[in-house]
């Protein structure tokens, strides 16, 4: 809420508390406050920050869903920061998961985000038919 209404850096100090007790209470959902902190931080202009955040996040977490989820929220900056190597990979990973389940509002956003994302992948590497490297 705080985000929306612009107020960044309270919703940024938020996130950061919010995180630190789910890990605290060993939550298994800590990966939704983290993805949603390294999204205002891209928002903010700090886009190596919220790489950081992710990258220590999929070191951290254990296999399973919610690692693919941070993965592809990982390769989805990266993208928009033109960092390609081997990001289409994650994003195909969660797109294959989120066929497999029966759609949720925020399941919708993640794939319409990581469909954005792999059409972007595809077009600075060149990969669009039609398209001529």
């Not at 903010?44 to 950081?52: D, F, L, T, V």
């Not at 990581?114 to 001529?132: I, W």
Request: overall charge neutral.
């Amino acid at each position: 809420m705080k985000q929306n209404q612009g107020q960044l850096e309270d919703a940024e100090r938020f996130l950061r508390e919010s995180i630190t007790l789910r890990k605290e209470l060993r939550s298994s959902d800590s990966w939704q406050c983290i993805t949603d902190l390294a999204d205002l931080l891209k928002e903010a202009g700090r886009p190596q920050e919220a790489e950081k955040l992710l990258s220590d996040a999929v070191l951290l977490l254990e296999q399973g869903d919610n690692i693919r989820l941070t993965r592809a929220n990982l390769s989805i900056l990266r993208i928009h920061m033109n960092k390609l190597e081997g990001e289409e990979k994650p994003l195909t990973d969660i797109l294959a998961l989120l066929a497999s389940r029966k759609g949720s509002s925020s399941s919708s956003s993640l794939k319409s985000r990581a469909l954005k994302s792999l059409s972007e992948y595809n077009e600075k590497t060149g990969n669009l038919p039609g398209m001529h490297a």
